[in-house]
């Protein structure tokens, strides 16, 4: 298995601030994930972060609102701009190890007010 | 297009009790098939997986799942229930390509468990 850390745990954020969120793996992982949770909802994924490549955003989700940066095998960031309070979710951090299967971090928990 | 749909949003069993949470899927190929459990203010603890080979599989904390490929579905089951069993569980089925590259998660099941 991994252990991915992500920071924050848990934020308030001020509506039209951004935040970035940090995720560090204790291995080194080629495909990174970023997926969304909203209140009471299921998890949608927003985008797929590979070192070395620009991130392949899903449907509905933009670069401009959630950039994405891949440093290196072990680490990503995703930043949440401009946040609205319907930007309040859940944002877990996964990586594929091996063929296998998909982890997920703790999550970052975010209240935007 | 992939779906994964679970018809229960909320389940409530007694302590000791049999469970079984559904899970009905649309993929054209051989899916790949996960159940994850989601305690209260935690992130994701995957529960199991399918990708080939015996249709029973198991996974920890006691449950099991049966791939059903004639149903299109991946129930997870558990013969008898702890209240520390109480949690959100998701259903999801990887897609895209090299095997799969995504999951793509069901509503979810709230698990409640009484006494």
């Known amino acids: 298995s991994a252990v991915i850390s992500q920071k924050p745990s848990r934020d308030i954020c001020q509506r039209g601030t951004s935040l970035t969120i940090q995720c560090q793996v204790d291995?080194?992982?080629?495909?990174m994930f970023w997926y969304r949770q909203q209140p009471g909802q299921s998890l949608t994924l927003i985008a797929t972060a590979n070192q070395g490549s620009e991130a392949t955003y899903e449907s509905g989700f933009v670069i401009d609102k959630f950039p994405i940066s891949r440093p290196n095998l072990t680490f990503s960031t995703l930043t949440v701009s401009n946040m609205s309070p319907e930007d309040s979710s859940i944002y877990l951090c996964?990586?594929?190890?091996?063929?296998?299967?998909?982890?997920f971090g703790e999550g970052s928990w975010l209240t935007v007010v | 297009a992939q779906s994964v749909t679970q018809p229960d949003i909320h389940i409530t069993v007694s302590e000791g009790a049999s469970l079984e949470l559904r899970c009905n899927y649309s993929y054209g190929a051989t899916p790949y098939l996960f159940w994850y459990v989601q305690s209260p203010g935690q992130g994701l603890q995957l529960l199991l997986k399918y990708f080939s080979g015996d249709t029973l599989v198991q996974g920890i904390k006691g449950f099991e799942a049966e791939f059903k490929r004639s149903q299109s579905s991946f129930n997870l089951r558990k013969p008898s229930v702890h209240w520390s069993d109480a949690a959100e569980y998701f259903c999801a089925v990887g897609a895209g390509s090299g095997g799969y590259n995504k999951l793509i998660f069901g509503a979810g099941t709230r698990l409640a468990v009484h006494p």
């Open positions: 291995s080194q992982v080629t495909m």
């Open positions: 996964s990586v594929r190890l091996d063929r296998d299967t998909i982890y």
